[in-house]
């Protein structure tokens, strides 16, 4: 099945250390993005891409980074540097093909906690 | 970027219709709006969406304003697995899709 694959569901790390995120798309799709959810609020955005190394930063893209080698695959490192890392993190992809009209998919997420 | 205004949360019984109102009235004539829905702990996901002309799929109807600067997602019929937070969105770049707080709805048996 075509769909986004996000890993692991759930992470702990201790504070102080960076960590990765995977997310993996079989969409072919060449837009990937990043989005972070805090509890009872709305996604913002903290990284996208349009194109094979090529990425853009949101609106919130401080403490993080990001790398995009591959058309399928779109990591997101989350520092130290970051002061709230403890967050719901979302990946989604997207066709360009279809311009502002085109629909997103979004990943199951993975719920990081840093204590 | 645009912005969208939705009430914090709406209350259904199931088996009734369902009307989430909208509005944006800052939107420009290139901006697309769509909406998307997030079941508790996961992803959102994909509902409707559309420019000018009322839209209709398998999941929702999309009824825009004349003027566009407000619409209203019809959920036909409610069901239990409809309760969900809903957002409305405007996109007119290529890009990101801002997200607001959404609509919250609950649905009753």
């Known amino acids: 099945d075509g769909g986004i694959t996000q890993s692991p569901k759930y992470l702990f790390r201790k504070e102080g250390q960076n960590v990765t995120l995977s997310c993996e798309q079989n969409?072919?799709?060449?837009?990937m993005y990043w989005y972070r959810q805090d509890p009872g609020q709305g996604l913002r955005l903290i990284y996208y891409?349009?194109?094979?190394?090529?990425?853009q930063k949101g609106d919130i893209a401080e403490g993080y980074s990001v790398s995009r080698e591959k058309k399928e695959s779109f990591p997101l490192t989350v520092t130290s540097a970051q002061k709230n890392p403890t967050a719901f993190y979302l990946c989604?992809?997207?066709?360009?093909?279809?311009?502002?009209?085109?629909?997103?998919?979004f990943g199951p997420g993975t719920r990081l906690t840093v204590t | 970027d645009a912005k969208t205004t939705q009430p914090n949360s709406m209350e259904s019984n199931e088996e009734e219709p369902v009307h989430l109102p909208c509005n944006h009235s800052?939107?420009?004539?290139?901006?697309?709006i769509h909406w998307y829905r997030q079941l508790p702990s996961q992803g959102p996901e994909y509902v409707i969406h559309?420019?000018?002309s009322n839209v209709n799929n398998r999941m929702a109807s999309l009824a825009i304003a004349e003027d566009r600067k407000s619409s209203t997602l019809i959920l036909h019929r409610a069901t239990l697995r409809d309760a969900a937070v809903y957002y409305c969105?405007?996109?007119?770049?290529?890009?990101?899709?801002?997200f607001g707080a959404g609509t919250r709805l609950a649905v009753h048996p």
């Open positions: 989604a992809s997207r066709s360009t093909l279809f311009g502002p009209s085109g629909e997103q998919y």
């Open positions: 969409l072919n799709h060449d837009a």
């Open positions: 891409s349009q194109i094979v190394n090529d990425f």
């Open positions: 800052t939107i420009s004539g290139t901006d697309y």
């Open positions: 559309g420019l000018t």
């Open positions: 969105i405007l996109r007119g770049g290529y890009n990101k899709l801002i």
